[in-house]
């Protein structure tokens, strides 16, 4: 059997010109050193005895509450208030129409309630813009089969 290798073979390069090449270092020509243009300097003027020495201020105030005051494990709480307290106000809101409906299908959405749909329906037939009047009415069906099809799953379960 015969363990001499059949093709010649290029003898490999020490470590370091190999470095260089991978570097891409090897064989390519200085680059034109930058020119920069200089500014003349500024006349001098007699400078004031300096300033006695200021403590920097705090980063952040220390009396601003930050959004972690109760940790994350409160923002399911807080939004249930807040679904809570929109609720009987959302149809008071003074939007346009299309943003009036984005209110309602959040809260459609959040809560499941059925009984939002109705004034939801009627901001979508309010927008103005017949895509975007589209795409709300859309918006409605979704729901309305989303929240059928949860009635029939507990029905059937």
Do not use: C, W
Request: glycine share 2%; proline share 12%; no cysteine.
């Amino acid at each position: 059997m015969d363990i001499e290798p059949t093709q010649a073979t290029q003898p490999i390069s020490d470590d370091q010109e190999l470095a260089q090449a991978l570097a891409g270092v090897v064989n390519t020509p200085d680059p034109e050193p930058m020119q920069f243009e200089e500014t003349p300097a500024a006349p001098t003027m007699p400078t004031p005895d300096p300033a006695p020495a200021v403590s920097p201020a705090p980063a952040t105030p220390t009396n601003v509450p930050t959004a972690s005051v109760g940790g994350d494990d409160n923002l399911p709480n807080i939004k249930k208030d807040a679904i809570d307290e929109l609720r009987p106000l959302v149809d008071k809101l003074n939007l346009p129409a299309d943003e009036k409906f984005d209110a309602y299908l959040l809260l459609i959405r959040s809560t499941d309630d059925r009984s939002l749909i109705a004034p939801a329906h009627e901001a979508a037939q309010a927008i103005t813009d017949e895509t975007r009047r589209a795409e709300a009415l859309l918006d409605i069906i979704k729901e309305i089969d989303y929240l059928s099809s949860n009635d029939d799953q507990n029905q059937a379960a």
